[in-house]
Nanobody, 116 residues
Framework: QVQLVESGGGLVQPGGSLRLSCAAS????????MGWYRRAPGKERELVAT???????NYADSVKGRFTISRDNAHKTMFLQMISLRPEDTAVYYC??????????WGQGTQVTVSS
């Protein structure tokens, strides 16, 4: 049973920073892709960034240059460093881990609110 637990969300002022973490547990294939997605109020869930077990990254255009995704394979942990946060970054952020269509897992989400 794979479990993902996010942490690090909260309330921050525009221009501020936050660091999200995602801790994975369970039986996980070493070759996998982890990612962050978000859902803003009234919108569809969207990709924020992904990172493979080999370290290849992909970012949504809206966060390039402001967000950095990283992972610690030894500790099955993924991070999202967010700087220069904007009100439009307000959303629930979800951790994702997958290595096949049948093995696609989600965390419960962590709220990020950017507001003055």
């Amino acid at each position: 049973q794979v479990q993902l637990v996010e942490s690090g969300g909260g309330l921050v002022q525009p221009g501020g920073s936050l660091r999200l973490s995602c801790a994975a547990s369970g039986s996980i294939l070493s070759m996998n892709t982890m990612g962050w997605y978000r859902r803003a109020p009234g919108k569809e869930r969207e990709l924020v960034a992904t990172i493979t077990s080999g370290g290849n990254t992909n970012y949504a255009d809206s966060v390039k240059g402001r967000f950095t995704i990283s992972r610690d394979n030894a500790h099955k942990t993924m991070f999202l460093q967010m700087i220069s946060l904007r009100p439009e970054d307000t959303a629930v952020y979800y951790c994702n881990l997958r290595w096949s269509p049948q093995n696609n897992y989600w965390g419960q989400g962590t709220q990020v609110t950017v507001s003055s």
